[in-house]
C-alpha cells in the first residue's frame, strides 16, 4: 500500500447549482435532513427502507454487528424474484414495460413485467427439471441480450447462486471461475456480436470446461441460424423451456442464504469471489434505486454496463427491477455502427436516466460534440458516471454536452463489495468537478491516515467505510481471510483500498487505487493477473507489470518481461504475449506496452517494487528505496 498521501488540495474548484426543482420532485427531499436521520438511528433507517419491500416472513433484527461479520435482516424470508416481478405483475404494472433490448440492425426486443416473469418462471422450472436446487451454483456467460437476465433472474427464482462471468473474459479466467465455485451448470450463448462481427462464445466455454469435472450441463442460446449443432449434456435455452409452466413459486430465502458470487480482482493472482446475500443486496439496491437514481413510474432507465459485472447486477437488474423501473439495454457499442449510436439510442428510446463509465465519456470527447449534436437529448433528466475518477474536463463536457448544463451528474462510487452506491452527490445538491461527493444516507465514510485517524480536511488518505451497510459483501468465497482482510487492515472499519482527499466542506475525492489493482477503462484488473497470465507463456521467466495514466482509458497496462535463456526479444513475440494475455484473460488485460528487461527491481525478500518500475516509467521520484535490494 502507497505509504505517502500527501495529497494537497485545490479548493477553488467551480459549484454547480442544479435547479431546485430537482430537489423539490426527488424521492429523497433534503440530503442533510435524511443524513441525519440515518445517523440518529441508523437500524430505524433501514428498517423503514425494508418495510417498502415483500416479505415472506419479516425480521427478528435489523442488523446484527460481530465485528467483522455482519447479518442483516436476521431471520427473514424472502425471494427477490418477487419483489423484482410479481410485486409488480400482481399490482399496477402488470403491462409496464420492464425491459427493452436493442441490438444491431434496429432489432428490438420488448417484455412487459408479466412477459418477463413467465420466461423467468419456466426457465426456473426447466433449471429445476434438470436438477439445479437451492445452493447450487450456476456459471453464467452470456452475452447482453434479455436471456441473461432471465438466466439471472431465473437462478434466483429457485435459489441457484449465480456466478456471472463477463462475455469479454477468455477461456483461462472462465475456468477459474467455474472451478473455484463448482459450477454445476453453465449457461452460454452460441455467439456474441460486437461491431457487427459474430464472435464465438460456446468455443470458450468448451476450453474453460476441459477439466471442470463439476459442470454436469452446458445450456446453449443458439442465435445463430441454421442452429449450431448440441454435443452430449448440452441442452437447448429454449427447448428446455418447451412445456414448463409459467408458474414457479419462489424458494424460499433466508436473508443471509448467499445470492450470488461475482469475481474480482485482488492483489494476488487469484481473483475474489464476492459473496452477497438476499436481504440485505435486496434493500440495498432497491434503495439506491430509488433513492439515489431517483427513478420514477415513466423514466426509461438505462445503465450501459454488462450484466456481468456488479453495476449491471444492482443497477441493470435488481435494483431498477427492484423498484419497477423500464431498463433498456443494448448490445450496441459507443462506436458502432457509428460514433453516434448512444446517442441515437438515448432520442430513439426517450432515455430518462443514463448511466455510463468515466472511460466512454472520454472517448465521446474524443470523437466531438458533433456526434450527440445530431441527436435530441432532452429527454434525459439525470446522468450518471462509475467506475473510476470523473476527471473535471471530462466532467464539465458530460455536463455541458449531453446534459445540456442542466441535467445533474451523479457520480457514484461504490464497489463489487459494496453491492449498491456509498458515495455521490444526490440529485439537486451542489456538484463539484472532481469530487465524487459525500456517503449517502445509510453509509459513514471517511479519509484516514494509515493508523485510521481521520485528516485534517484539504488532505489525502485511505478511504474507509466506518460502519456496516445492509449490500456490504458477506465472505470471499472460499476464502474468509481475505474478507477479514477489508476490515482488519485498518482495525474497526472497512478499508476500501482506494486514495481520496477530504475537502473542507465534506465532498470526497477519489484520486484511484492503493494497491496492485489497475482500474483500465472502468475494469478492475490486478497486476498478479496479468503477471501470472504473462509467466504462462512459455518464453516468460518472469513478469511485472504496473499501471500508466491514460487520457483515455484512465490507465493503460505496461508489462516488463524477463525472458527465459533461449528466447530473444522481438516484436513478434510482444505480439504473441499480448494474444497470450488475450486469449487467457480475455481484451480488457492486454498491456498496452511489453518492455523486454533483464532484471526487475526488488525487495531484498523478493517482492517486486512495481511502485520504482512505475516511478522510472513516470520520470518522478520512486520515494523510498531503503528496502530495494542492490
Ligand atoms: C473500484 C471498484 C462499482 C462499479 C464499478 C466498479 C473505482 C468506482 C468510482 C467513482 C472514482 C471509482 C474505485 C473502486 N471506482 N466508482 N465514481 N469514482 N473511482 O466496481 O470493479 O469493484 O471497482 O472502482 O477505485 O474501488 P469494481
Redesign the pocket.
Known sequence: MTEDFDVRLVEDVKTYTPDPQYRKNAWMGDYQKAYDEFLADPDAFWEKMAKELDWISPWDKVKEWNYPYAKWFTGAKLNITANCLDRHVNDTRRNKVALIWRGEGGRERIFTYQKLLSQVARFANALRKIGVKKGDTVCIYMPLVPEQLIAMLACARIGAVHSVVFGGFGAAALNMRITDADAKVVITADITIRRGKAIQLKAIVDEAIINASTVEHVVVLRRREPHVDLHENELDFYEMMDGMSDVCPPEVMDAEDPFFILY??GSTGKPKGIVHTCGGYMVGTYYTSKYIFDIKDNDTFWCT?DPG???GH?YIVYGPLAVGATVFISELTPDYPDAGSYWNLIEEQKITIFYT??TAIRMFMKMGESWPDKYDLSSLRIIG??????NPEAFEWYYRVIGKSRTPIL????????GMHM??TMIGEPMRPGF?GKPIPGVEADVVDKDGNSVKPGTGGL?VIKSPWPAMLRTVYKDDERYRKYWETISGVYT???LAVKGKDGYIM?L??SDD?I?VA???IGTAEVESALVSHHAVAEAAVIGKPDVMKGNSIKAFVILRVGNNPSDRLKQDLMHHVRTTLGPIAIPHEIDFVDKLPKTRSGKIMRRVLKAQEMGIDPGDVSTLEE
Open positions: 474480482t480482482s454496463a459485472w456488479i453495476t444492482s463509465a468515466p458516471s462509475v467506475g473510476e475518477p470523473l457520480d457514484t462510487w461504490w464497489q463489487t463489495e459494496t458515495i455521490t465524487a478511504l476500501v483500498g482506494d477519489i484511484g487505487r489493482i482500474i472502468g475494469h478492475n
